[in-house]
Every structure is written in C-alpha cells, then in structure tokens.
C-alpha cells in the first residue's frame, strides 16, 4: 500500500500546483492546456488500447458494459458525488460543475484504469515490487498539474478513486495475484486504454462521452478473459 499512498501524495501535491497556476492563467490558455490534456490522453489511450488480444471479448464487453452503465447512470454518480464534494470543501459554495465535478471523473479514470495500475497492483502485491507504481506516480503528479490547471481542484479528490481502486486491487493481489492470467491483464488494460481515448475526445470537445458509463465493461471483459480457456473450448 505504500506505493499507493505515495500516488496519492504526487496526485495531491501536482493538483496543488496547477490549482495555483490557474489564478495566473487566462481563458485561452485555459483552452490550450485542455488541448494538451487531451491530446495526452488520446496518444496513451492508443498506446493502451492494442495491448487487447480478444477483439470478440473488447466488443461485447464494451457494448453491454456501456448499455448497462448507461441503464445505473455511473456518470451520473460519479458527477454528483463530485458536486457533493464541491459542496462539502466549499461550505455551500459552488465553484463550478463542469471544473470541479469534471476534473474529479476525468482525472478519476486517467489514474485508475491504465495498465500501469492493474500491472503495478498485481506486481506490488504479489512480489513487494513497487517500480511500476512509483513510475506511475511521477507520471500521475505530472499529469495532475496540467489537469488541475485546466479544470481546478476536483483533480485533487481523484486521490479517493486511486486509493480505493489501485489500493483495493493491491490488496486482492496480494490475496489471489498468483492466479490472475495474463490474458485478463491484457485484456484490461487494451480495454481501458479506448476509455481513456473517450477522455480524450471529451477534453478537446471533438465527441460528448459519458465515459464512467463504460466502467462494468472493465468486469466483463475481466470475466470473458478469466474464462477464455473454456470459452475456447466450446467454440
């Protein structure tokens, strides 16, 4: 978990700086950094998303992960969670939806659902390697200034979903890291690199995409691959 933690701390210190740098910051250059934000997410979403082996698996997981996302509203969820803690950190006070609330789902997502994180997790886990997620938090710190520059504080609160999500996955690993197949890792993390492209179309308003929406597909394409050698079998 000690790897995690220090995420969390490179997260929140990096989301501090860009907080600060966007008091000095105007509209257009506002405009410029989603660019870079979002041309960021697209070139490590496509690095990401040919890590995939099972086409057949990322299509039918990503269509009835979406459909059922679409059915829960996870976005929506996820939205006001971000807006109760907009209101929480500001005593009633609104500082802006589409910065605070937005910045907590997109930064949410960039940092929890990328290769690194399910590798790292499973390697800190099972072997007490921390290589992988000390990388990852130099790169997340990084990545954290320009998100939060662009979009505010709720970059910050990202630090909840990081350490629920890559500490819990830590702590399964350390339980059950010996059994995961390869193929699940692969098929993951191909499948959350297309979700972090959806972020990347969001950031430079080429497509709306209620991109948390598409979270369960990560749960079904983990199953499909978990079960590819009966699947195989059959087929």
């Known amino acids: 978990m000690i790897a995690t933690i220090i995420n969390c701390i490179t997260v929140l210190i990096g989301s501090i700086i860009g907080v600060r740098l966007t008091s000095r910051i105007n509209d257009q250059l506002k405009e410029v950094l989603y660019i870079c934000v979002g041309m960021i997410s697209l070139v490590i979403g496509f ?7 099972k086409t057949i698996y990322v299509v039918i997981s990503l ?28 005593r009633g006070k609104a500082v802006g939806e589409s910065t605070f609330a937005h910045g907590f789902l997109n930064a949410s997502i960039l940092f929890c659902v990328g290769a690194l994180t399910i590798v790292g997790s499973i390697r800190a886990g099972v072997s007490k390697d921390y290589e992988l997620l000390l990388t990852k938090s130099i790169m997340d710190g990084i990545s954290s200034v320009i998100f939060a520059a662009g979009m505010g504080i709720g970059v910050a609160f990202s630090i909840i979903s990081v350490l629920v999500i890559q500490g819990g996955l830590t702590l399964l690993a350390m339980m059950f890291g010996d059994f995961i197949p390869a193929l699940v890792i692969s098929e993951i993390s191909g499948l959350g690199g297309i979700m972090i492209i959806m972020i990347g179309l969001n950031l430079l308003k080429l497509k709306e995409i209620k991109t948390a929406n598409f979270l369960p597909a990560l749960l079904i394409v983990a199953l499909l691959a978990a079960l590819d050698p009966y699947i195989s079998m059959v087929l």
């Open 47 to 53: 690095r990401m998303c040919f890590e995939f082996t």
């Open 63 to 90: 269509t009835a992960g979406g459909l059922a996302g679409y059915l829960i509203d996870i976005d929506g969820a996820i939205l006001r969670f971000g807006r109760f803690l907009e209101r929480v950190t500001s």
